[in-house]
Structures are given as C-alpha cells and as structure tokens.
C-alpha cells in the first residue's frame, strides 16, 4: 500500500478537482458569474493580490505623476490654447451635426425605438491582470461599493474594452473582448453587417461566422451593435485587420479586429454604470451651447463672405460689362474679374438673348415670326416630315410624331417653348451642346406668316397677351 | 546495505527550504505574473507559477509534496481568470507530481537538463490544460499550436535563469 502512496493520493487530489470542475459546469449560478463557494475562492485570491497590486500602482502612479506634472507645466500653457482651439472647433462639428441627430431622434422616436445613451460611468484603474494568456481578465480598483455590478459596460474614449465579470468590493475582474468566452454585438458600419465579437487564441478580437463578403475590406470600421444590452449602440469597436477563413466551420470566415481601445496597455477605464434613453442633462447643455456658438460664427462668417464680396460688386474701378460676344478691355487691376456672359449661341434663333424684340415694340395679339423660319414657306408638307437635314431625320424618325405636331402651332405662333431636353436633343442631332445655347425644335412649318386674332381670355390663365391660344387639336401643352 | 546508502544519498540530496520561503516565492511569482503583464502585454507567455511548480517539485524530489504544491498554485491561478476552478489546478498538480517523481532518478542541477524539464513539463501542462478545456468542460477555445511550442521554448529558456535566481534563496550547508 505504501508502494502506491504517492499515485493514491495524486489520485485523490485529481478526482477532487475533477468533481469541483463538474459542480460548477453543472451548476451555475442562476444569477451569473460563479458559485458562492468559487465566488469565496476567488474572493481570497483577489483579496490576496490586490493590496500589494494596489500599493504598486499608488507607487508608480505617484513618482510618475511628480515627474509628469513638472512637464506638465512646461507646456501648459501651449496645450491649453491647442485645447482651446480643439474645442472650439469639436463645438463646430458638433453644431453641425446637432441637427442631423434632432433629426435621428424624430425619426426614431417615430419607430418606437429606444436610445441608450451613456448617462453615468464611474472611472477606475487597471491594478492588475490574470497573468495568464489563456484568460484575458483585468482587474480594477473599482467594486460594489462604488456601484458596479456584473454585465457593466468598461469603455475608454477610445473605444470599448470589456464588461464586468466579477464584483467584489473594492476590486472587479473585467473580462475583456480579446478573450475567448466574451461575446459582444457589432456592427461593420458601411457594409451593415452584424455579428459578434470573440477573442481568438492569439488574444485578438474577431467577428465570428462571417459569410464571405466582397465588400468588407480592411480599415472599414466596426461600432457596436447594442444588440448584446450592454454596450449602447454606436461606441466604435475598432477597424477590420483581416479575414480568415474558419478551418473548423468552413465557409465562414473570422474578421479579425484591429481594436480602436488600446487592450494591451490599459491604465484608466470608465464603466458605464447607467444608461439611459434620454441625454445626460450636460450633453444636451453642451449641444446647445454648441448650436448657439455655431450659429454665431456661422452669422459672422457669412457676413465675411459678403464683405469681401461686396466691395468686388460695386468696385469704381472695375471695368465696364462689355456685354455677350464683346472682348472685354485689359482690367486695370487684376483683383478684379470681369463680369462672365455665356459665349455666343452657334444657332441663334429666337430664344437667343436680344434676339427677340423688346416688349414695348410688339402689337398685342400679332404674333411674332421669326423672319428666318418665314424666309422658306412649305405649306403642303404638313402631313410628312419635312426635309431637313440627315441628322435631324435621324432624330426625328425615333420621336414619336405627335411631339412635332403638338410642338408646330407654339413655333408658329412664336411663344417662348422651351425644349424638353436641349442637352439631349443637341446630342441626338449630333451638334455640341452649347451651355446656354438653346435650339430650336423640330417644328414642321406650315404657314409661313399667320396673324390669329387675338382672342379674349375667358378666364385669363392659360392666355398671355400675344400668343395664340392653341390653334390644332391635341395641343395640350402650355407656354412655360 | 545498498539500499540503505542509496536513502541516505537520496535524502542528502532532498533540499530543504525554510517555510517563509516556500510560502512567500510562489506568492511573489504569481504576483509578478499578474502586475507585470499590465506594463509588457507579452509577458503572459511566461508562466512564472508553473516554473516556480517545477523548482519546488524537483528539488522536494517528494511527489506528495509537488501535488500540493502544483494544486495549490493551480487553484490561484485559476481563481484569478474567469474559467472554472480547477483547470489549472489539475494540470499544475500532475506537472508537480511527475517534475518530483523524476527529481528522484535525474540530475536536475545541470542546466541542459533543466531546459528540458521546463519545455518538457510546459508542453505537458498546456496539453492538460486544452484536454480538460476541450475535452472535460467542451469550451469552444481555439488553439493556436505554433504559439504553443512557441510559449514552451520560451518558458524552458525563462527557467534556467529562473532557476538560478531561486537557487540563491535555497539554504547553503
């Protein structure tokens, strides 16, 4: 018997440890985390290595912050006025989207759904770690006594870190997103895709079971989902590194994560300990000290603008407009530039600017032909397309052939008709679209001089003095 | 007769150390194993406990004593990270139980020797350690081999200056 002492009793020790293991698989706490006897255990163990952990930390905190805080004031005052600066501009942005987020929330408050912002967090240090790369736990000077409780969200401003495991209380265990057991809903921002975060046996977080996806490229951001109820919504997760494909879960794959939070040197955390679906009171102060400033500098940048436009609008020694297809004198000064005019219409016709006549010189009722479409009358080839050129037949073959009818009595009765699409008419007719430059549609000509009494408009809407109410039937369309 | 001189050599060669040592060295590896991965992330490849494991195992050259001991290093480590307790603490006092075991038969001052105890007993402490993770408890951890053997070497080599550390502390005769 005492032959076998030494296998008996590492024996004993392992099926002690075996039927602990099973107990705490079998039986979990209904309530989360650990049993009251494991929870005792860890309890010793981090009793044991907290208050040295603590001292450590004070220490090196202490002999930093003494050697820190003279550089400190060194420079100061230069950060202080980048600060500044920074601020201001943030408050800027902010203003700037402040209405982009009223809208979001109408929107949302529309479709019954609940934002939670951060209301309140409770700021804590890193003491300490699990020392091992297999569990990838920190623990913080923070515990129940300062309001934390398991299933918290522990952020940094730079992005998310974890949750809390277990509270103690004057410590917790914060389990981090690169471990292996934690889980957290994400989000690819452009791509929309969601999954859940896990750490991998590297220690780097990646979202799991991914279909393969083109569009998801590296750098593309991740934010959290908020569906997982402990990370509100939106707090940027980090940006894709890579994608693996899963060996053992073929054809998925793994996005490997970058995180935006630095995990391997975390020193300050904040948890958040409230969420809410209102806004704190000092984010909705500083949004409106923000939209207030903002309009501010908005007002006095556009009042800027104007006074450094103006003086350029009634400048004494600015030139003279020399007016369209005119060649302007060499300016005096070089500051100021000459007024612009669209260049010379190719084919002038009557929309052409001052080729129409003035208003004072027209007979009320007599319609005004342009002498250039008179100079050819072709009264008998209404019925058929007339001749034009080859391009133009072209064109005209794909139009239907009620457009030239219902457009002929507007071309002839000279009321201002406006192409339906000059850029493309100019394009199907094979001539350079001209900015500004309008053409003339395809009419067929019939009478080459009608003078149409002028009738008296019953209503007065659809009649302008010298046009001609619609003289064929099927002209629906009116002047524009 | 023969028998009896070999207990006598084998007794003389047992080392003894004082209690505050055999307290206060294990608490002080697990210490560090905690605090100093805070300021070198990759630190964690080394398990300062399992060497200290090791040392105390080899040295006891008595397998009673390194279960204990490994169990009990074990059961912190254990109840510092976020899994089940115990994980550790099987595989520490298996380790323990066999570093003793061939204490008794190896000469484990040469340093050739204790590289390779270290990398043979870290190997056999991880596969432990994955069999009750995969095949005990069924966690869906992945493992990443290289990094593994990797962790090994690098522990193997850690111990042999580890080693000499702590054999200042050991009394002289």
């Not at chain 1, 609940?114 to 967090?121: D, G, L, Q, R, V």
């Not at chain 1, 020392?131 to 992005?159: C, E, F, H, N, Y």
């Amino acid at each position: 018997m005492s032959r076998y002492k030494n296998i008996l009793f590492l024996v004993a020790v392992l099926l002690v440890q075996v039927i602990g293991l099973a107990v705490q698989v079998r039986r979990p706490n209904p309530n989360g985390g650990d049993g009251k006897t494991v929870r005792l255990i860890r309890y010793w163990a981090i009793s044991l290595m907290s208050p040295p952990e603590k001292v450590v930390h004070g220490t090196g905190t202490g002999v930093r912050g003494m050697w820190s805080n003279y550089l400190d004031l060194r420079h100061v005052r230069q950060q202080n006025q980048e600060l500044r600066e920074r601020v201001s501009r943030l408050q800027l942005e902010q203003a700037g989207l402040l209405e982009d987020a009223r809208q979001g929330q109408r929107l949302q408050a529309l479709l019954g759904f609940k934002e939670h912002y951060i209301y309140n967090t409770v700021p804590a240090q890193v003491i300490g770690t699990s020392g091992t790369d297999q569990s990838r736990i920190l623990t913080i000077d923070k515990g129940s006594k300062d309001g934390l409780k398991p299933d918290m969200a522990v952020i940094t401003p730079d992005g998310i870190v974890g949750k809390v495991r277990d509270v103690f209380g004057h410590t917790s265990q914060v389990l981090v997103i690169s471990d292996q057991t934690s889980g957290a809903g994400v989000l690819l921002e452009s791509t929309r895709l969601r999954g859940v975060l896990r750490g991998n046996a590297l220690g780097q977080p990646q979202i799991i079971n991914m279909l393969p996806d083109e569009r998801v490229k590296p750098g593309e951001r991740v934010v959290t989902s908020g569906g997982d109820q402990i990370f509100p919504r939106g707090l940027p997760v980090g940006v894709v590194d890579q994608m693996v494909p899963d060996t053992s879960n073929p054809p998925y794959m793994d996005i490997v994560i970058k995180p935006a939070a630095n995990l391997g040197h975390l020193e300050e955390l904040l948890v958040i300990t409230e969420a809410s679906d209102r806004m704190p009171p000092t984010a909705q102060q500083d949004m409106a000290q923000s939209a207030a400033e903002g309009a501010a500098v908005s007002k006095q940048r556009a009042s800027d603008i104007l006074a450094e436009r103006l003086p350029g609008l009634s400048d004494p020694n600015a030139l003279a407009d020399p007016g369209p297809g005119q060649k302007p004198a060499t300016p005096a000064t070089p500051a100021v530039l000459p007024p612009l005019h669209p260049p010379p219409a190719l084919h002038p016709d009557h929309y052409t600017p001052d080729a129409t006549p003035p208003a004072n010189s027209l007979t009320p009722g007599q319609a005004v032909v342009d002498p250039k479409y008179a100079a050819a009358p072709k009264p008998h080839v209404s019925e058929t397309a007339p001749a034009k050129s080859t391009a133009e037949s072209k064109t005209t073959a794909s139009k239907p052939a009620q457009d030239s009818d219902a457009e002929a009595p507007k071309a002839d009765t000279g009321a201002p008709v406006k192409p339906k699409h000059p850029a493309t008419s100019a394009t199907t007719t094979g001539q350079e679209a001209v900015p500004g430059a309008t053409h003339p549609p395809v009419v067929k000509p019939k009478v080459p001089k009608v003078t149409v009494p002028a009738p008296e408009p019953s209503d007065g809407s659809n009649t302008a003095p010298g046009i001609a109410p619609a003289a064929s039937p099927g002209d629906g369309s009116q002047p524009h | 007769m023969a028998m009896s001189a070999s207990l006598a050599r084998r007794e003389l060669d047992v080392q003894r150390y004082p209690l505050i040592v055999v307290v206060l060295v294990p608490l002080a590896a697990i210490f560090l194993q905690v605090l100093i991965p805070r300021f070198i992330p990759k630190f964690d490849i080394i398990d300062l406990p399992l060497l200290v494991t090791i040392y105390f195992s080899v040295g006891w050259r008595n397998p009673i004593a390194g279960t204990i001991t490994g169990a009990v290093i074990g059961l912190v480590q254990d109840a510092l990270t976020s899994r089940p307790l115990g994980i550790n603490g099987i595989s520490q006092c298996v380790v323990g139980f066999f570093a003793a075991s061939l204490g008794v038969k190896i000469d484990v001052e040469n340093p050739g020797t204790r590289l390779l105890i270290n990398f043979a007993f870290t190997l056999l402490n991880i596969g432990i350690y994955l069999f009750i993770m995969h095949r005990m408890l069924a966690f869906n951890v992945r493992t990443n081999w290289l990094h593994e053997v990797i962790k090994a070497v690098i522990n193997s080599i850690v111990g042999v200056f580890f080693f000499d550390i702590l054999d200042r502390v050991r009394p002289r005769d």
